[in-house]
């Protein structure tokens, strides 16, 4: 959102905004540096519950007025109320490449990962991006409503025999990936340039090659070589 937009939004909007501000200046100062900070290239809505914060945030490009946008927006007539959640613990960090909007209802929780976000990503409202390994979302990316993205257990299963199973694995979306709503992706799985999930579809391994459209539970291959338009 550019400063220039504001000037289109309707009465609604340009409340929530103004009420936004402090929640808007606090994250930017906590998390950035101080020349950076002047910018506000982190836009919060007011409708969040800030666990912890660290200053691991940074911008793979230079940042720009609320070029972020974190607990805003989202399709209309979908389920409104429920809160954001922002938790950057000190050993975790996130990397903004560009654009960013992260509708309300958003859970954005690093605990001990690293997340990077590509330029022009949207997730619309009631999504959850918990980290705990590495997760990397690459550009123009689209998320449907109520989307998790799960890179860890976060409880250790141990079998009879006392060996544990590994409970964090890496998750990697390509390039122009559309996840649709109620979807989830788990531990070790990756989603390849250009494809499709299906609505209500569970990813949970690596997929190779390129625009698949992918659906089921679990998830597997439905059709090769799709286009698909935002």
């Not at 911008?59 to 979908?78: L, S």
């Not at 976060?154 to 590994?166: A, D, F």
């Not at 569970?202 to 679990?218: A, M, N, R, W």
């Amino acid at each position: 959102m550019e400063i220039k937009d504001v000037f289109s939004l309707k009465i609604r909007d340009i409340c929530s905004l103004i009420i936004s501000l402090p929640i808007t200046i606090y994250v930017n100062f906590r998390c950035l540096p101080f020349k950076t900070a002047l910018k506000l290239p982190i836009f919060i809505g007011y409708k969040t519950h800030i666990d912890k914060l660290s200053r691991n945030i940074r911008f793979g490009c230079e940042p720009t007025t609320f070029m972020v946008r974190i607990g805003w927006g989202g399709t209309e007539g979908r389920e409104v109320g429920k809160k954001n959640y922002l938790l950057l613990n000190e050993n975790s960090s996130i990397q903004f490449n560009g654009r960013c909007t992260m509708s309300s209802g958003v859970s954005l929780i690093l605990d001990l990962g690293t997340l990077e976000i590509g330029e022009n990503f949207f997730c619309n409202k009631n999504c959850t991006i918990s980290c705990n390994g590495k997760i990397t979302i690459g550009d123009n990316v689209l998320f449907g409503w109520n989307v998790e993205v799960l890179d860890s257990d976060n409880h250790k299963v141990i079998h009879k025999n006392q060996e544990t199973i590994r409970d964090r694995g890496e998750i990697k979306i390509g390039d122009h990936v559309w996840v649709a709503a109620f979807s989830h992706i788990l531990k070790n799985s990756s989603i390849p340039d250009g494809s499709v999930v299906a609505y209500h579809s569970l990813v949970t391994k690596k997929f190779e090659g390129e625009k698949l459209l992918l659906g089921g539970c679990p998830a597997k291959v439905i059709e090769k070589q799709i286009e698909w338009e935002q």
